[in-house]
């Protein structure tokens, strides 16, 4: 039977991604509302930018509950 160390370790697989998703998506936007200002055109090349670290929340999702519903 898995103790207190399964959902901590399922909530930091989650919470690092998350975090480091905020952190990569602020200087994104950040930079991307900049240029999107200067170049018009680039609008469709910087909402994929600012997607791509989305990825990051989906993998830590699906470790997260890799580690609920394996561990036993």
Same mark, same amino acid.
């Given at each position: 039977? $898995?103790?207190?160390? /399964?959902?901590?370790?399922?909530?930091?697989? @989650?919470?690092?991604?998350?975090? =480091?998703? =905020?952190? $990569?998506?602020?200087? +994104?936007?950040?930079?991307?509302? !900049? #240029? &999107?200002?200067?170049?018009?055109? #680039? $609008? !469709?090349?910087?909402?994929?930018?600012?997607? &791509?670290?989305?990825?990051? /929340? &989906?993998? =830590? @999702? /699906?470790?997260?509950?890799? +580690? +609920?519903?394996?561990?036993?």
């Amino acid at each position: 039977m $898995a103790g207190w160390e /399964v959902p901590i370790g399922a909530a930091l697989a @989650f919470s690092a991604g998350a975090i =480091g998703t =905020g952190w $990569a998506q602020s200087r +994104i936007g950040a930079a991307g509302a !900049g #240029t &999107i200002a200067e170049k018009p055109e #680039t $609008a !469709g090349s910087i909402i994929i930018i600012e997607a &791509i670290p989305e990825t990051l /929340v &989906i993998l =830590g @999702f /699906v470790i997260a509950s890799m +580690i +609920i519903l394996m561990v036993k």
